[in-house]
């Protein structure tokens, strides 16, 4: 069992997955991760599918990330990824990002919880047979995703939430969150900065035809708050720094 | 080189490419298909990398696809591609999809032209060393994508190109088009019907801040046509039949 604890997954970054830069987007880097996620879950027994059988759902509720690069269209990268702590109410879970020649480019952390499918309310982890074994303990040198405070910011775009939208959890996938996010600066942003450290709190789940309203504001130079709100309730809080 | 000519590329579907039903989305579909037409090209010698050598690039005109089933979450596919014909100004590339079993669950037809990556005109495909002798004639059982007959319809979504929006050709991603078109249909019509035939025509490209408007009629029953405009100008045409 303790060789699946840490697991190294390699990926090649597809030109469906890059910007005009030719680098790898927010999103699509986010995906990766999750995908890794999802997989090592599988890999140790406690994948979505199974548990499907137990009526339960991984969903997200802290994500961050801190990148030295994105890595470009058709680079072979791992992604690494492990469970670091288990509580009754979430599990950290730890990813680390390396190129071909096996530098490190960057890391992230993951904190979820497990919600039950109907009553769409968080479940006790320790339930799950076993999956305390799984927490290794070890860390990655970036700061947790912290809770983010609500900023006062401008609204930069609305629309409803759509069929593309929703994923397999019937709730607005965490893509579609970072997509609309990112979408607040222009190519010409793009051309002169990069994302160093993109952080994200989902707070409430958007469903099917819910008004989707995105505000922003710079709170420190280079530094970005962004709300996402549905009517007067907060749905996700995030943070870009260039 | 013959063994090069038509090739099977594995595919798993990922959770983050299925829709509420856990069926892939026809975006995610079309996605994997062109990624292995991206492949092969590579594999045979003429792909993006190498046409940008030349200031060259592959641009998609016209695209039909026919699928029994749509894939679901976790299922493992294969396509096989190969090219059918090339002309001096476009080249047909189809495609066969295969489920686990071996069956055959959708066909798909692509014709692409070269352009120019400055003058964004076509380029003649003759001019391309020995590409001629990948042209194998073998067809798929499906009608070839038609050019699109312009409608009335009724404009049912409105907003600018992003960011997110443009892919490494510097204009928007067929991607993006395909969801905007399929999101004129709501969960409960998803649950009731499934695509059977798709077909979209790319006739001007869009970029970064285009105003882009999307029109949509259903012409006879479960028959649903498309334009995509930006100001008085057609940018593509697409029609479903569920």
């Keep these: 069992m303790v060789e699946l604890i840490r697991k190294k997954y390699p990926f090649q970054i597809q030109p469906s997955t890059v910007d005009f830069r030719l680098k790898i987007t927010l999103s699509a880097m986010t995906d990766i991760l999750l995908t890794t996620a999802g997989m090592n ?44 702590e288990i509580n009754r109410l979430n599990t950290t879970r730890n990813f680390c990002i390396r190129d071909n020649e096996d530098n490190i480019i960057g890391y992230a952390v993951s904190i979820w919880v497990m919600i039950d499918r109907d009553s769409r309310k968080p479940r006790d982890l320790m339930t799950l047979d076993d999956f305390a074994e799984f927490a ?55 051309k002169q900065k990069n994302i160093q450290r993109f952080e994200i709190n989902f707070i409430h789940e958007l469903v099917f035809g819910d008004e989707v309203c995105i505000f922003a504001t710079e709170t420190e130079k280079d530094d970005y708050s962004f709300e996402i709100r549905c009517k007067e309730q907060v749905s996700c809080k995030a943070k870009i720094v260039f």
């Design 41 to 84: 879950a599988d890999d140790n027994g406690f994948g979505t599918r199974k548990l499907k059988q137990h009526n339960t759902s991984w969903v997200l509720l802290r994500f961050a990330m801190e990148m030295k690069r994105f890595p470009e269209q058709y680079e072979h990268i791992t992604v690494e990824t492990w469970i670091e």
């Design 136 to 190: 290794c303990g070890d860390t990655v040198p970036i700061e947790k995703p912290r809770k983010l405070k609500s900023v006062e910011g401008e609204m930069f775009d609305s629309f409803r939430a759509k069929y593309t939208h929703i994923d397999f959890n019937r709730h607005v996938n965490t893509m579609r969150y970072i997509e609309w996010i990112v979408n607040y600066f222009d190519l010409e942003y793009y």
